[in-house]
């Protein structure tokens, strides 16, 4: 594991964070309700290693409990400013517990040629199955 430290953003700037990870671990883009209309790409952070830089105020809260499920167990925070979707944070014991998913595109110190030479994983949770890639990725 390679930490590396970036830097990232709302598209307003008022909301700012740091984080560090692994690019190597890989990005995800999910297929479920939610991620679908937000078109979501994130990679995991552990919760030690995202630090929020300003705009704590800015950011508004989802809370959505998927069907069968009794809590959400995501809070999916964005910038109430301009609408920019930054994360979302729950607790996973598989992560370490507290972690958060961020939305790679509000990475701004990200290499694009590292970005593009990442490991992409796509996920079927539309179908509750995040071990495996939905057979059709081509929109997602
Ligand atoms: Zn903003």
Redo the contacts with the bound molecule.
């Keep these: 594991m390679t930490y590396q430290r970036y830097l990232g953003?709302?598209?307003?700037?008022?909301?700012r964070y740091e984080a560090e990870f692994d690019l190597a671990a890989g990005s995800n883009r999910c297929n479920c309700s939610l991620c679908s209309k937000a078109r979501a790409w994130f990679l995991f952070v552990r919760g030690d290693k995202m630090n929020l830089l300003c705009?704590e105020e800015?950011l508004s809260t989802y809370e959505w409990v998927p069907e069968g499920r009794s809590e959400s167990g995501l809070s999916y925070r964005f910038?109430?400013?301009?609408?920019?979707r930054l994360y979302a944070t729950g607790e996973l014991a598989e992560l370490g517990g507290r972690f958060y998913a961020i939305h790679v595109p509000t990475l701004d110190s990200l290499d694009r040629d590292e970005l593009v030479n990442a490991p992409l994983r796509f996920v079927d949770n539309a179908h509750d199955r995040p071990d495996r890639a939905p057979t059709d990725t081509r929109l997602m």
């Design positions: 953003s709302c598209h307003c700037q008022g909301v705009g800015l910038c109430s400013r301009c609408g920019i």
